[in-house]
Antibody, heavy 117, light 113 residues
Framework: EVQLVESGGGLVQPGGSLRLSCATS????????MAWVRQAPGKGLEWVST????????RYADSVKGRFIISRDSSKNTVDLQMNSLRTEDTAVYYC??????????WGLGALVTVSS | DVVMTQSPLSLPVTLGQSASISCNSS???????????LNWFQQRPGRSPRRLIY???KRDSGVPDRFSGSGSGTDFTLKISRVEAEDVGVYYC??????????FGQGTKVEIK
């Protein structure tokens, strides 16, 4: 059974930093691109970032480019999202997702990030 | 970026009746490999999204056959036959042909009349 479990969410002030981590199991992590998708309160879904199988290709939404960094550790089967210079508009539930080449086949439970003073 | 437009945004349905959700893309979603990467997701209240349909019409394992996807090019439809109470939630279409970024429709809220 595929499991994606996010951790690291919480309350942070504008301009601050937060690091999300996603622990994965149930599939061959080293063969799967991974991504993050977020959902602001009461709003729709927005793709944030994707990392390739070996980590050498990282893509970001324009809204987070230059502020967020995605990484992966194949020894631990984890994918992280380092979020810097956070803004109030970054407030959202962040989902770790398994990239299925043009699709998303599994979603995590989500981690709530609240940016507020 | 490809814009995905869903209609309606709110869909009250009667139990046992059928429901259809439309999704229109601003570009033809046929990839150079010949596949069309159009997906449908269901998000029940308070839950994470779950994929129902991928590549326009391929149903995921465990998804009831009441759910079906169709369409081509820029126009796609998700049909729910014989709506049940557990189908309440928000449904999103998503394109994966032109990436980055993946883009989603605004969501269609399905509720029981």
């Amino acid at each position: 059974e595929v499991q994606l479990v996010e951790s690291g969410g919480g309350l942070v002030q504008p301009g601050g930093s937060l690091r999300l981590s996603c622990a994965t199991s149930g599939f061959i992590f080293s063969k799967s691109p991974m991504a993050w998708v977020r959902q602001a309160p009461g709003k729709g879904l927005e793709w944030v970032s994707t990392i390739s199988v070996n980590g050498d290709d990282r893509r970001y939404a324009d809204s987070v480019k230059g502020r967020f960094i995605i990484s992966r550790d194949s020894s631990k089967n984890t994918v992280d999202l380092q979020m810097n210079s956070l803004r109030t508009e970054d407030t959202a539930v962040y989902y770790c997702v398994k990239d299925a080449y043009g699709s998303i086949d599994y979603w995590g439970l989500g981690a709530l990030v609240t940016v507020s003073s | 970026d490809v814009v995905m437009t869903q209609s309606p945004l709110s869909l009250p349905v009667t139990l046992g009746q059928s429901a259809s959700i439309s999704c229109n893309s601003s570009q033809n979603l046929v990839h150079s490999d010949g596949d069309t990467y159009l997906n449908w997701f269901q998000q029940r209240p308070g839950r994470s999204p779950r994929r129902l349909i991928y590549k326009v019409s391929k149903r995921d394992s465990g998804v009831p056959d009441r759910f079906s996807g169709s369409g081509s090019g820029t126009d796609f439809t998700l049909k729910i036959s014989r709506v049940e109470a557990e189908d309440v939630g928000v449904y999103y279409c998503m394109q994966g042909t032109y990436w980055p970024p993946w883009t989603f429709g605004q969501g269609t809220k399905v509720e029981i009349k």
